[in-house]
């Protein structure tokens, strides 16, 4: 049997502090994205008096999801189904012409262990004083540093657990809740959910996250080819690598400041690899160092996998565009697009008048005393508008029908409420000498419009006579 | 055992498993992840502790915290039943006749009539309501014994031609195969056909009608519209209950027929009652 360890603790990673241009790329990136999460459920946006004025809304309980002026009800859920299509292909595209790219600048995971480092670092110092931290006595200054530095995580991790549940009903009303104690359990239990998976995985689990949960970095692989623009090391630039005075023919100087700024921990100048994310922060580190000893920067750079012969000829690299637009990034770039275009054709045609019509056929038709055939609809009305409307049915067909609302006396008009469906029973009868009662089938159009506006809908369906 | 096997490349030991030349490195799994394991395992046994868990030979363990699906079933009825306590008092005391069908406690009524139909009426007059040979249909505008609400609802009440409600609904045909002759028979047969088809022998139909108007008339009245009062049927329209050929109307006329149905106001709730007659009635015949 071995007598190594099955399981391995944690190796600590303590990055150092870095500063360039994809650093501040990340800063701007993480504000933007967390200014999105934190203050979206707080934006207002007018729909009238019977609709809630939130811009971006999840309400589970009139299943209603409002994003800005656009109402999705349950029945138009391909919208949310397409949006998540496309960002299944957006994430395939991306990763095919640029690597990791979501990984290293917008994945949750990558932003919020970004925060939290940052937090650290306020806290307890730079790398080396985290070291020296870590691996002293626990004495009172180390008690200290660490409640801090964890209260302050925690702090982070209710923020954002508690503006999760903002989306998911009326924001102020819901703060005044869970203040004042009286909310439902659900939102409790919701923040206490995300604020330990915050405060953990942000805090503790970071790069274990991403290389033992996270299914992406097994995927990638399939995602990425030989053009594909990544984070690499020019080895054949680097080596042999040595120290100034080694006086070794690499331009690396083996400084480690490539691994010590690596949030995963690891040495990107052993090649692609599965932990990293592309976070580029060595190639800040690195091209820092390069300034420095008056190198020329891109020792560690974004660079594809298929410019190394012409590099190592001493040729200059294919351009970007060219290892950008490939066959494969085109054929995404093109099912994103149309599947785009048919979500805003599908936004922009659909009606906030709508009706379905699901024919009753038990029994196929029913017989009636003189003789008249008549056939049942159960028709669902809807009115996604913010006030009551009126609408009328009618039919419309080739053959005599008429049409009869049930419970209206006679009426075709009626009163739908605002943001409702009503079922509402429809029944079509042909009388004994239309041809339709002794037909097989007849087909026909049912119809709602607005009796106040110039809006309607219809959906076709047949008519069963006798001869079946 | 065999001998160790140490990867080159990374140094690291492998399993020793080898496909086609490729082995796999045999690397520890993070700690944390063992710890995982080891709080799962505390969890599931922490759940069989307290959940209905192990099989035993009649029944299964019961679970320190009395958990039963069966046991959330009725809370989840109670809790429903509450819900709907006020429609219900509200359904139990609104005057049917003129209850709004727009209304919510119309929907209602609709809605829990519709189940209790499915539930106690739909083995007789099918799940959509369109009845069978012998069950009426309850979707057309024919009625035995009227089609308004609250006629509906007091057949419903008290069933019919059963003897454990004093108020059922009771309407007696003679069999008149102990009361005509042969030929009798045919001819009355001949006349109600000819009421509702032109196809008909107009000289046996003529001699039929003299012995419908002393026979049958009484309840069905003299032009064969029926009475809903005695439960007579229209024999005038073009709906028949067990059929209009003469073969059948020649067996329901020497045999006669007796329709039963139960008096549910003996078995349903008050409220029950009152939210299958309002479905019934909703179903496109109600008058």
Sequence with gaps: MSDRPLYAPQEPIFPRRVSGKFRNLKWVIMVVTLGVYYLTPWIRWDRGPNLPDQAVLVDMASRRFYFLWIEIWPHEFYFVAGLLIMAGLGLFLFTSALGRVWCGYTCPQTVWTDLFILVERWIEGDRNARLRLYRGKWDIRKWRLRLTKWFTWLLIAIGTGGAWVFYFTDAPTLLHDLVTLTAHPVAYMTIAALTATTFVFGGFMREQVCIYMCPWPRIQAAMMDPDTITVAYREWRGEERGKKHENKSGDCIDCMACVNVCPMGIDIRDGQQMECITCALCIDACDDVMDKIGKPRGLIDYIALSDEPAERAGQPAAPILKKILRPRTILYTTIWATIGVALLYALFVRSDIELTVSPVRNPTYVLQSDGAVRNIYDVRLRNKAGEDRVFHISLTSDDILRIELEGRDGQHNLVVPADTTILQRVYVTARPQDPAASSDTTALRLWVEDVDADIRASQATTFNGKDE | ?287
């Design chain 2, 1 to 287: 055992m065999s001998e160790r096997k140490v990867d080159e490349e990374t140094g690291v030991e492998t399993t020793g498993h080898s496909w086609d030349g490729i082995e796999e490195l045999n690397n520890p799994l993070p700690r944390w992840w063992l710890w995982t394991l080891y709080a799962c395992i505390v969890w599931a046994i922490a759940y069989t502790i307290a959940y209905p868990a192990w099989p035993m030979i009649s029944g299964a363990t019961q679970g320190m915290l009395g958990f039963s699906t069966r046991g959330q079933v009725a809370a989840d009825i109670v809790e429903h039943e509450a819900k709907n306590e006020a429609l219900v008092a509200e359904l139990v005391a609104a005057d049917l006749t003129t209850l709004p069908p727009s209304s919510d406690l119309h929907r209602y009524a609709v809605a829990r009539g519709g189940s209790v139909f499915r539930a106690q009426c739909s083995q007789c007059h099918g799940s959509g309501a369109a009845g069978a040979v012998g069950y009426p249909n309850l979707l057309d505008n024919d009625w035995l014994w009227g089609g308004d609400i609250e006629s509906i609802s007091a057949t419903i009440t008290h069933g019919v031609r059963n003897e454990t409600d004093l108020d059922a609904r009771y309407s007696e045909m003679p069999a008149y195969g102990d009361l005509f002759e042969e030929e009798e028979i045919g001819a009355v047969v001949e006349y109600v056909a000819s009421l509702s088809s032109s196809d008909f022998d107009a000289d046996l139909a003529q001699a039929g009608s003299e012995l419908f108007l002393d026979n049958c008339a009484a309840c069905h009245g003299d032009e064969g519209l029926g009475d809903k009062f005695l439960g007579a049927p229209n024999l005038v329209d073009a709906i028949w209950l067990y059929g209009g050929d003469r073969d059948t109307l020649t067996e329901t006329v020497t045999n006669a027929r007796f329709g039963v149905m139960p008096a549910w106001g003996q078995r349903l709730s008050d409220v029950d009652v009152r939210a299958v007659s309002v479905y019934v009635h909703a179903l496109g015949g109600g008058e």
